[in-house]
Structures are given as structure tokens and as C-alpha cells.
């Protein structure tokens, strides 16, 4: 389903595609994607993300946490609402399979055909079974494996990547500095630098997928963080940064979904609190890929 990448964690993805097209035709490509109430897609995706958080403080002896989830997905979406800008913003997922590893090994997470309801809340996916919401690792799985869904704040990528020309083959072109900055600021916790941070899309060439004529793009992202939004006084992020690489799949026609997405994420954050009695100090790596195939389904 039409599931706008987001502007913070734009994917990566793999071209093992034959040419659709001659390399010097001008293209116009459609970044937003807006859904429409009953859109169906089958959806299946692998992905491994990792955290480790190392804190320090003069009051105790340094921590070290660190988190490690793997997941393979299958499963049908459904979208049975959407927002003001054409988002989904509630969709019904019957599951073929969800397996999960968190390093102990593998394990299946629901029988077949459990049906699961994903609802936009602000920035956050929020998974229901039932009236049972689902948290912790189901959550983070899920989430992992490409459902969450687009926050109501999310801005239009074409808007900020100024994208309204037509396109060869080779071009590339970036993201207004200010839209970008104001963009991961409605959707996540970070404020950035819009001088040194950088978004950058390259069209590589016209490919058909699964006999679906589509364009192919490469997105770069060099992140500053400054400061978190809500993180308060006293505490401030140094020597932080976020990079990701995204190669995806956007059919030709602009009511098809994204086709195929690899996502490739790396982020360090460190943050200091110098005021009080006990100065203290945290530092958080993070790493994420994922590789995610959307095949549209015609309308029940």
C-alpha cells in the first residue's frame, strides 16, 4: 500500500531489474504516494536492526544495554482509513508469518491468518489483536518489518525535495535545507543543523519489477542532530550524526504503491548533562536494514 517512505529513515534497495525504457527519456517521478480506503497489498519483508546504549556518570559505574531483534514478515495489508492528506492511517494486516529473533532464536509469532490493526497515533503505530494492544517486542517487530504507518505531521516529500520537474536518468537533485530541518522536526524528537544536514535523490534508471514499469532512485541522508525537542535543560547532543541510503522502486503510475524498498540506517547520538551535582553522559549506536516488497492487489 502507498506508504510514503519516511523523510528521517528513507531505505535502500537492491536492483536486480531488467531495463524498461530507453536511459535518456525525462520522467516524471512521483515521490508521495496517497492511498485510498481498500487498497490492498501483500507485503513481505526481512530486517535486522541493533542498539547499544553506554552510559556514564560520576556517581556510578558505566552501563552498557544492548538490544538486537531480527525479523522476517509476510503478511496482506488492507487500508481501511486514511487522513487528511491521503495517508493511511488505519490498516488491517492478515499475517502469513511473523518470526522474530531477538538472539535466542527463532520464533513464530502468530498462526496464520491472525488479523492485527494498525492505527496512526500522532508520530507512533499503535497494533491491536482484539482489543489487546500489542507492545514491546510485537511492536518493535512489527515496526521493523515496514507497517508503521506515516504520522499525520509527515510533510509531502515532493515539497521538500522540490520535486516537480521531469527527470533523466542520472540527475540528481536535493532537498531544501529548511523543509528538510522542519520535516524531521514534525516527526521525530530530533531538531537538526540545516546548514550541514543534507538530503540528496538520484534517478538511476527505468526498471520493470515483477512486470510492473517502474523508476528507480537512490536517497542519501546526512543527519546533525543538535538537540532533542523535548530533552530539556542542561542537555545537548555533540558529535551526533544520522546517515542512511535508500534505493527504491516507484512505479510509473503514480497510483501504485512503492514496490520494493531496502532501508540502511546508522545513527550515533551522544548526549551530556552538565548541570547538577552529577554530571552524566549517554551515548546510543543504532543500526537498521530492511529490504520490503509492496505487490498491489486489485480492490475487493
Keep these: 500500500m502507498p506508504r510514503p517512505a519516511s523523510l528521517f529513515l528513507l531505505a535502500c534497495l537492491s536492483l536486480s531489474c531488467r531495463p524498461a525504457a530507453a536511459g535518456d527519456t525525462a520522467w516524471m517521478l512521483h515521490l508521495d504516494r496517497p492511498s485510498t480506503v481498500g ?27 544492548t538490544e538486537n531483534l531480527e525479523v522476517t514478515y509476510e503478511a496482506l495489508h488492507e487500508v481501511r482509513a486514511i487522513d487528511p492528506k491521503g495517508h493511511a492511517s488505519e490498516i488491517l494486516i492478515r499475517i502469513a508469518h511473523l518470526t522474530t ?11 496464520a491468518g491472525t488479523l492485527i490493526k494498525a492505527a496512526a497515533d500522532g508520530n507512533q503505530t499503535r497494533y491491536f489483536l482484539g482489543r489487546d494492544e500489542l507492545e514491546g517486542t510485537l511492536s518493535d517487530a512489527l515496526n521493523l518489518a515496514g507497517t508503521k504507518l506515516p504520522s499525520k505531521n509527515e510533510p509531502s516529500e515532493d515539497d521538500v525535495f522540490l520535486n516537480h520537474l521531469v527527470r533523466r536518468p542520472g540527475e540528481s537533485w536535493t532537498a531544501d535545507p529548511k523543509r528538510l530541518a522542519d520535516a524531521i522536526a514534525a516527526t521525530s524528537a530530533f531538531l537538526i ?16 519489477e515483477k ?9 542519501t541522508f546526512r543527519i546533525n542532530p543538535v538537540s532533542l525537542g523535548n530533552s530539556g535543560l542542561g542537555q545537548a547532543l555533540t558529535e551526533s550524526s544520522v546517515t542512511s541510503t535508500t534505493i527504491r522502486l516507484f512505479p510509473i503510475d503514480p497510483s ?21 551535582p ?5 551515548e546510543t549506536t543504532f543500526q537498521r536494514q530492511v529490504t520490503r516488497y509492496c505487490l498491489p492487489l486489485p480492490k475487493e
Excluded: H, Y
Excluded at 535486522?48 to 556510578?60: D, F, H, I, L, N
Excluded at 529473533?101 to 498462526?111: C, I, L, T
Design 39 to 65: 487498497d490492498r497489498c501483500t507485503v513481505s519483508a526481512t530486517g535486522k536492526q541493533s542498539r547499544r546504549v553506554e552510559t556514564t556518570s560520576t556517581a556510578q559505574l558505566k552501563e552498557v544495554a
Design 101 to 111: 529473533n531477538d538472539g535466542s532464536g527463532p520464533q513464530e509469532q502468530f498462526p
Design 193 to 208: 543543523d540545516p546548514v550541514t544536514s543534507t538530503g540528496e535523490i538520484r534517478f538511476d534508471q527505468p526498471v520493470t
Design 211 to 219: 512486470d510492473i514499469p517502474a523508476l528507480a532512485t537512490t536517497t
Design 256 to 276: 501504485l504503491p512503492l514496490i520494493k524498498e531496502t532501508l540502511d540506517t546508522s545513527m550515533k547520538l551522544i548526549q551530556r548533562t552538565t548541570t547538577g
Design 278 to 282: 552529577k554530571p552524566a553522559g549517554t
